[in-house]
């Protein structure tokens, strides 16, 4: 065997091993960064649970761009804290979906883009169904992805979710997702 046949032979070896690693890789990646959406579609979510996925100054950008809210502490008690303390308590049921249109990951950030659908039913019945444009950035901190940009503020039509070409989808609507990620 020549020199350069041997050379050859290792890189092909090495570059079969660099990219089965890069794929396990980019699969736990997708993994973490799915159960930040699992989170906030759990029927009794944990406010605790969601805040340690935000980073500390993650910048949130709701409805109409009316509540900037900058910093964890903050988004934490004036999102995350009345939404999940309203669900538990009762005062509605909710189920939805992430479609994510497009998922771009580097080696310490993260773009998503898609559209969240929600689902609201109050328990005297009515019924309330929401589709609003979404992009996310997240940070890989100490080995985590952690939501550092939350931009959930355009409204976008019902009917763009039985219609848009999603890549992803992070539902607890099974028949949503049927041929995407699902619980």
Same mark, same amino acid.
């Given at each position: ?9 290792? =890189? ?48 949130? #950008? ?14 934490? *008690?004036?999102?995350?804290?009345? =939404? ?7 005062? =509605? ?7 994510? *249109? ?24 009515? #019924? ?9 950035? =997240? ?23 039985? *219609? #848009? ?16 990620? *699902?619980?």
């Amino acid at each position: 065997m020549t020199l350069y046949n041997l050379v050859r032979r290792m =890189f092909i070896l090495l570059s079969a091993a660099w990219l089965t690693s890069s794929g396990a890789a980019i699969a736990n990646d997708n993994e973490q960064l799915d159960e930040i959406y699992h989170l906030l579609l759990e029927p009794k979510p944990s406010a605790k649970a969601i805040s340690a996925r935000y980073g500390e100054t993650v910048i949130h #950008v709701g409805p109409n761009g009316k509540s900037l809210i900058e910093g964890r502490d903050d988004f934490l *008690t004036q999102n995350i804290e009345p =939404f999940v303390g309203a669900l538990v308590a009762g005062q =509605f049921d909710l189920t939805g979906a992430f479609l994510i *249109t497009r998922r771009v990951i580097g080696e310490q950030l993260v773009n998503d883009v898609g559209y969240l659908y929600a689902r609201i039913e109050t328990p005297d019945g009515r #019924v309330q169904e929401l589709v609003r444009k979404f992009s996310w950035v =997240f940070e890989k901190t100490d080995g985590e992805w952690v939501v550092i940009t939350d931009f959930d503020a355009t409204p976008a039509q019902l009917d763009v979710i039985d *219609t #848009v070409d999603t890549e992803r989808c992070v539902s607890s609507i099974p028949s949503l997702c049927v041929s995407s990620i *699902t619980d």
